[in-house]
């Protein structure tokens, strides 16, 4: 397994565990949740800025077949990062990443799809993933077209997303 592959799968289990520290009993603790966005941020920002770049540029241009759905589940979970949380919108953000994990990890995932297909760059990738910087934060947001569910989320990234074709 590649440098790059392992960073950010261990990635992914950081952001688990920056969420199961978001709740407290019955409330959410702003400051754990700050720092689950700011992570989920930087990593969907390595992916779709490193990792999906590069391997459009392997394929001369053309994006990985999973690219627009990763980028619409990236856009869906960034929503969900919006409004101020509460336990509805942490469950609702744990199912989407449970849903979104799986078409990146393992055998067959987008990481062993990008790790086949760029070889003995992964490593030089890896380095640019790592030295990424902190995505600053914006306040939270509850005002008008927010959403809260995954459904809503995922329906509204693919509309932004529609017809867009240089992915």
Known sequence: MSSLRTY???DHRLIGT????????KTVDREAFDALRQRLLRHI???EKIVLTAAREAQG??????????RVEHGAIASLLVPTPDLELLEELRALLARHEPLEEGEGGVYDECERLLGAKVDELAARARAYPVVPLARAFDGQHTVRTAQQALESAARMRFGNHDE
């Open 8 to 10: 950010l799968e261990d």
């Open 18 to 25: 920056l969420l199961a520290n978001c709740t407290s009993g």
């Open 45 to 47: 920002g390595i992916e």
């Open 61 to 70: 241009g053309v994006s990985l077949e999973r690219a627009r759905q990763i």
